[in-house]
């Protein structure tokens, strides 16, 4: 089993649809989470981190479930910018723990 | 925010040449750096792990001989691809994390090897 699974996709959705990605972990030990956006040919940037209690910016809503192990990341009233690879990053704790990184989630949103 | 500059961003070479790739934390301290490659369509590849002062730790199947890993500072870790050829093309991309909190990224060099 993979550390960090996430289904590649891609998610083809219309312009003004909700849209929700998960990604499992396998090391309970886990304890910081991530989401990042990378597009075509470009660097991964950090979209939002993932806290236990859930978080929320703007259209994004990212939360945690410890017990079975994912994260999931919620997009609301998604635009044509959001069209881009969706990556989950796992770490154990700390800036020096390797981050595991899922292989990415493609969101293409369609007018 | 935290800010990691690669440089350079784009290098064409000829087979054969060594190409030396840098990454800098530019307002904080990075004990540890994480330098992956991507191919196209594919997800990012850790290379290695590397630390300041000490050697860097590989990835099973990266060859350390071929992609020389230094961080000798706090700030700023090199890796340098030696005698490259047209398979070592890619798009290589460090990250690196202040006190314990998120990655972030350089800009990423693509290296194009003729």
């Known amino acids: 089993r993979k550390e960090v699974e996430q289904d590649p996709g891609p998610f083809n959705v219309p312009e003004g649809a909700t849209v929700a990605f998960n990604c499992t972990y396998s090391?309970?030990?886990?304890?910081?989470f991530f989401w990042y956006r990378q597009d075509c040919r470009k660097e991964p940037k950090l979209l939002m981190s993932v806290y236990s209690s859930g978080n929320e910016d703007g259209r994004f809503t990212a939360q945690l479930n410890r017990a079975s192990q994912y994260i999931s990341l919620l997009i609301r009233d998604s635009k044509l910018s959001d069209s881009a690879t969706y990556l989950c990053v796992v770490q154990l704790s700390g800036g020096s723990y390797i981050p595991t990184f899922g292989r990415g989630t493609s969101l293409i949103v369609h007018p | 925010g935290a800010v990691v500059s690669q440089h350079p961003s784009w290098v064409i070479c000829k087979s054969g040449t060594s190409v030396k790739i840098e990454c800098r934390s530019l307002d904080f301290q990075a004990t540890t750096m994480f330098w992956y490659r991507q191919f196209p369509k594919q997800s990012l590849m850790l290379m290695a792990t590397?630390?300041?002062?000490?050697?860097?730790?590989?990835e099973q199947g990266v060859e350390k001989d071929k992609f020389l890993i230094n961080h000798a500072s706090l700030t700023l870790s090199t890796l340098t691809v030696t005698s490259a050829h047209p398979e070592d093309s890619s798009f290589y991309i460090c990250s690196a994390s202040g006190t314990p909190g998120p990655q972030h990224f350089g800009d990423g060099t693509r290296l194009s090897i003729l």
């Open positions: 090391n309970s030990a886990s304890q910081s």
């Open positions: 590397s630390n300041e002062g000490s050697k860097a730790t590989y």
